[in-house]
């Protein structure tokens, strides 16, 4: 084959990539938010703006925040977590709390027959995802961490050029999310009750990343450095998957990060553009010299996950194919393991 005709059938190989499925053909739900931070605004604007499905109540601890909250995007305030969970306009419910809360709000939303949407990281720990779990399980109820990545489009077509070898196997993974956050004890981030620290807010997109890509380590090699109220500031995992594969993960609280990430196999790399965990595009460089880039442009992104919820519920699924209830307990238990080598421990936990 020519030059001109290899070009050819690359370009009719990339432009023939399946497109993930437009989040506005997914079936409307009614859905209903337990926190009024900056990602649940985030979360409703991309409901409203982006699929058929719609935000109809909020729910707070504080009777203010919620009003204010409800006022600004004209939904149901509510004065308490239970009272939106047994809101009967409510057919599912998005969990949007600090990580230290979101064990008892699944089950809150659980025990009054809702399913559940639960923000990353889904607990603080492995042992208190399986609790949820177990309760989803018994109640038969759909249960699903709000890892987006995993549903964006970028994400599609990169698992669909690994699997179909352009890259040859998988040698090595880098990927990185750091974020300059002041020190202050004050902040849900440096506050141990809270379950803060860099890992569970910020590292849980590199180590989902890497178990998404390549799955499970064999084994994890962990550094890192505690903030002054005894969370941590700032990881670096090396993670280890057979005799010649490995994940370098990154995070911190101390400094902006590229937020890129790099696939490296043996007949070629991909780099993914910052942030990588959210709608981006990559770069594909083979070692026979063909380089092209996969884009396709994302308004925000969380409509993507709202979508599968809403899938999953009409087919009568308690748990997403693509965001497994094994798939969080993986990550979990490969955080809880980095955690146990730095020495971060949070308040109640054994």
């Known amino acids: 084959m020519t030059w001109l005709g290899a070009l050819s059938a690359w370009r009719g190989y990339v432009g023939g990539m399946a497109r993930t499925e437009d989040p506005r053909t997914a079936p ?75 064990r008892e709000h699944a089950l809150l939303a659980l025990a009054a027959g809702k399913p559940v949407l639960v923000e990353k990281s889904f607990t603080r720990n492995a042992a208190e995802a399986r609790e949820v779990f177990a309760a989803a399980e018994a109640a038969r109820l759909f249960v699903m961490e709000a890892m987006w990545t995993r549903f964006l489009p970028h994400v599609a077509a990169l698992h669909q050029i690994v699997e179909a070898g352009e890259i040859g196997e998988i040698v090595s993974l880098r990927a990185d999310h750091g974020r300059y956050v002041v020190a202050d004890p004050a902040h849900r981030l440096y506050d141990p009750a809270l379950a803060g620290g860099a890992l569970l807010d910020l590292g849980v997109y590199p180590v989902a990343w890497a178990h998404d890509l390549l799955g499970v380590p064999s084994a994890v090699h962990a550094v890192g450095q505690l903030a002054e109220t005894g969370v941590d500031g700032q990881v670096s995992v090396i993670a280890q998957y057979g005799p010649r594969q490995q994940a370098s993960l990154f995070t911190t609280l101390w400094a902006q990060s590229p937020t890129t990430s790099s696939i490296s196999g043996t007949e070629g790399h991909v780099r993914v553009a910052g942030d990588f965990y959210r709608p981006t595009s990559f770069t594909v460089t083979r070692r026979d010299g063909r380089v092209w ?58």
Do not use: K, N
């Open 28 to 102: 409307p739900l009614r859905w209903g938010v337990i926190g009024t931070g900056s990602i649940a605004a985030g979360f409703v604007d991309a409901v409203r703006r982006h699929t058929r499905s719609q935000v109809v109540a909020v729910g707070s601890r504080r009777r203010d925040s919620a009003e204010r909250f409800a006022a600004a995007r004209r939904v149901t305030a509510h004065p308490s977590y239970r009272a939106l969970v047994e809101d009967r306009q409510v057919d599912v419910v998005y969990v949007a709390t600090p990580h230290s809360e979101h």
């Open 293 to 350: 880039t996969f884009t396709q442009p994302v308004d925000q992104g969380l409509q993507y996950e709202v979508a599968e919820v809403a899938r999953c519920l009409a087919d009568g699924r308690t748990a997403s194919d693509r965001m497994t209830w094994q798939d969080t307990l993986d990550v979990l238990t490969t955080m809880d393991e980095v955690r146990r080598q730095i020495g971060v421990v949070y308040p109640g936990e054994a």
